[in-house]
């Protein structure tokens, strides 16, 4: 069973919009959680965390927001170009080792310009 | 400075062989962690080298192994390959910031 789920495989946003990418948990001891990007070819680089303790992190256009009553949190790009076309993934932990880290099947975002 | 680099980056084997890949880390780097990633599966931690040794393993099964050499360098061996073995496999180091650089992954197939 998914403890980190991404139930939206693909999502398509025009240039300029943004671009919301949702993900949902279930383990309930998960405190940090954190978003990567992969570009075909190249392996997934870390995009934006945030701890549970927080319900907000924001670095530039990227913004994570996190609800820890309903087990989601969400990515929000604004405003969405098409070099942020790439594979998203949600991740999960309940330790800051990275062998704990659970990550989510991943989200394909395409920006239409 | 380089990046983590993997090879071969594609590989086609066929059900009962065995593989091994290659990772070469970001130089200073002395952690190297495994992940298969499969289609809709997400990355799946198989290992950790640290300085030759292994540190933490995933839930895989004992046809997966791996070592680190000397030099940081680590190998992944996979035996007996399955289909379900089908997967990109990638690698990542850390660095004294607790940063994680991944590389850009070695495609296997097997037929």
């Not at chain 1, 790439?86 to 999960?92: G, H, N, R």
């Not at chain 2, 599966?41 to 050499?69: A, C, I, V, W």
Request: some cysteine.
């Amino acid at each position: 069973d998914q403890q980190v789920k991404q139930n939206s495989p693909s999502l398509s946003v025009q240039e300029g919009r943004i671009s919301i990418l949702n993900c949902d948990y279930t383990n309930s001891m998960f405190d940090y959680f954190l978003w990567y990007k992969k570009y075909p070819a190249e392996g997934p680089t870390f995009l934006i965390s945030i701890s549970s303790i927080k319900d907000k992190n924001e670095d530039g256009r990227f913004t994570v927001f996190l609800n820890k009553s309903a087990k989601h949190l969400s990515l929000h790009i604004v405003p969405s170009q098409p070099g942020d076309s790439a594979v998203y993934f949600c991740a999960a932990s309940a330790s800051t080792s990275y062998d704990k880290v659970i990550f989510g099947p991943g989200t394909s975002l395409s920006v239409i310009p | 400075k380089a990046g983590v680099t993997q090879t071969p980056r594609y590989l086609i084997k066929t059900r009962g062989q065995q593989v091994t890949l290659s990772c070469s880390p970001i130089s200073g780097h002395r952690s190297v962690s495994w992940y298969q990633q499969t289609p809709g599966q997400g990355l799946q931690f198989l290992f950790e080298y640290f300085s030759e040794t292994q540190r933490n393993k995933g839930n895989f099964p004992g046809r997966f192994s791996g070592r680190q050499f000397s030099n940081s360098r680590s190998e992944m061996n996979v035996s007996t390959l399955e289909l379900g073995d089908s997967a990109l496999y990638l690698c990542a180091t850390v660095d004294y910031n607790n940063e994680q650089f991944f590389g850009p992954g070695t495609r296997l197939t097997v037929l």
